[in-house]
């Protein structure tokens, strides 16, 4: 089992940035590829970045040359660098895992981004 827990949501003006954070708990040499995804209100979720265990991203078109994604291994953490931020981005983020074995997807709780003057 895995545990992820997202921090560093908030309310933030349009052009500024906001760092999230995804803690990983539990048997996380499970883990593989970790992603964010964010939901609006009303929408679908939907995804926004991506990271391998080796390090290899992919981002969503809308987000690509504003967000960065990053993990500390040893720290079991995974980051969202946004900057440039818009009030589009405005959304629940959230972090998911996938396990290498299972394939099974955890997913955390989200954390609120709310982009607006």
């Known amino acids: 089992q895995v545990q992820l827990v997202e921090s560093g949501g908030g309310l933030v003006q349009p052009g500024g940035s906001l760092r999230l954070s995804c803690a990983a708990s539990?048997?996380?040499?499970?883990?593989?590829?970790m992603d964010w995804y964010r939901q609006a209100p009303g929408k679908q979720r939907k995804f926004v970045a991506r990271?391998?265990?080796?390090?290899?991203?992919d981002y969503a078109d809308s987000v690509h040359d504003r967000f960065t994604i990053s993990r500390d291994h040893n720290k079991n953490m995974m980051f969202l660098q946004m900057n440039s931020l818009k009030p589009e981005d405005t959304a629940v983020y959230y972090c998911?895992?996938?396990?290498?074995?299972?394939?099974?997807?955890?997913w955390g709780q989200g954390t609120q981004v709310t982009v607006s003057s």
């Open positions: 998911n895992a996938n396990d290498r074995i299972t394939s099974h997807v955890y």
């Open positions: 539990g048997d996380t040499r499970r883990i593989n590829v």
């Open positions: 990271i391998t265990s080796g390090g290899i991203t």
